[in-house]
């Protein structure tokens, strides 16, 4: 972006988006933020009282854009359809925000990161375990599946960097929802 360019709140949240995605919440910093904008320092305090509010943006953009934007359409699909395409999107994710959520739920004890992590954790859990109940499972099996689903979503999505990846994901992601009593796909 420009430096003429005159940048927003969003501008700024988006950046430090891709700053926590990369490097967590202590890449989250002031200056490293403003350099990839292109952008001084002190421009920084025109929109924000500091760095925890650049990091509560973030977070804030994470959860509207990855879980606000998307719950409601997934919730939306034919239970068995819901379950594959979130497996499926951990592959697809070239964002490097799949594996967000995994980094935000081990690495940080910042009260703000975990407040967030952990209420979009039970948004996204709770759309899983209706599907799986939607699917006949009775209600604690469903919250069971629904864990032992997020967690391989979250598994996949990191995996998906390294050369342990399964070369074929398709067929990856059929096992694992046939592991979950997931129907095949028409």
């Known amino acids: 972006m420009p430096r003429t360019a005159r940048l927003t ?46 990091l509560a943006a973030a977070l804030e953009r ?50 703000l990161v975990r407040e967030v992590t952990e209420r979009v954790t039970e948004r996204r859990l709770a759309v899983l375990e209706s599907a799986f109940t939607a699917l006949g499972h009775p209600p604690e099996a469903a919250r069971h599946y ?9 598994g996949a999505a990191a995996l998906r960097h390294t050369p342990s990846a399964p070369a074929d994901p398709a067929a990856y992601i059929d096992t694992i929802l046939r592991a979950f009593g997931v129907p095949a796909e028409d």
């Open 62 to 111: 994470w959860e509207r854009v990855q879980t606000d934007e998307i719950l409601p359409w997934l919730a939306a699909l034919p239970p068995a359809e819901r379950l594959r395409r979130l497996v499926h999107h951990a592959f697809a994710d070239t964002t490097g925000r799949g594996d967000l959520a995994l980094r935000l739920l081990t690495e940080s004890a910042d009260p």
């Open 9 to 54: 709140r969003d501008d700024w949240a988006a950046a430090a988006l891709d700053a926590l995605a990369e490097g967590g919440p202590p890449a989250v910093a002031v200056e490293p933020v403003a350099a990839r904008l292109g952008a001084s320092k002190s421009s920084f305090y025109w929109l924000f009282d500091n760095r925890q509010a650049l």
């Open 146 to 154: 629904a864990m032992a689903g997020y967690s391989a979503y979250l």
